[in-house]
């Protein structure tokens, strides 16, 4: 399987509290939750709803699995393409501090987890998917084990909150496939990564 991630940002990197004012969204005095409700227009709102349903499994972090539990696992969201999604697809949960999740499908990985996401990622089948998740792609970047990223990136800066990609961590070229902007003016921008930068040698001047 292909592993790719979606992830909603701010021109300024960040992801925290896209959703709105949950605890989470709250953490390290966060108070600028909920800045992707209602940015999407109607073709990207459907992207959105398709990749799920494209997906062959789901990886998660914990927050993000615990946050994706309680919201689209209740029973009112049946229906939902993406709750339909995720209740019926293979779920896999990286975390060392919940250990025995409880939403269906749901298989926690244990011991090395860089080698059982290389297992999952031999077989067959199309896209083993991330969505949220930041500390674990940010991991999964690290160890290059992401195979194509897909950042929605919204027009408005936030000036605080947890950004995707950390102030110190690995450079990582990224080869553009996709882009494109909808009505909205929010991106979609889809990325491989393609290695280290090159950087320009220091001259003398």
Sequence with gaps: MKLTTMTQVTVDGVMQGNGGATEEDRRSGFERGGWAMGVFDETTGAFISETYREADAFL??????????????????????????????P???????????????????????????????????????????GALIRWLLQHDLVDEMTLLV???VLG???????????????ELIESRTDAK????????????????PATGD
Excluded: C
């Design 60 to 89: 998660f972090g914990r927050l993000t699995y615990e946050l994706f539990a309680g919201y689209w696992g209740a029973p009112e969201r049946v229906g939902h393409p993406i709750a339909d999604a995720l209740n019926a697809t």
């Design 91 to 133: 779920k896999y949960l990286a975390s060392t501090t919940l250990t025995d999740p409880q939403w269906a499908n749901t298989t926690h990985l244990s011991g090395d987890l860089a080698a059982a996401i290389a297992e999952l990622k031999a077989a067959p089948g199309g896209e083993l998917q991330v969505h949220g998740s």
């Design 154 to 156: 919204v027009p408005v």
């Design 185 to 200: 003016g929010v991106t979609i921008q889809v990325y491989r990564p393609n290695g280290r930068p090159e950087y320009r």
């Design 160 to 174: 605080q909150g947890t950004r995707l990609f950390p102030q110190d961590g690995p450079d990582i070229a990224l």
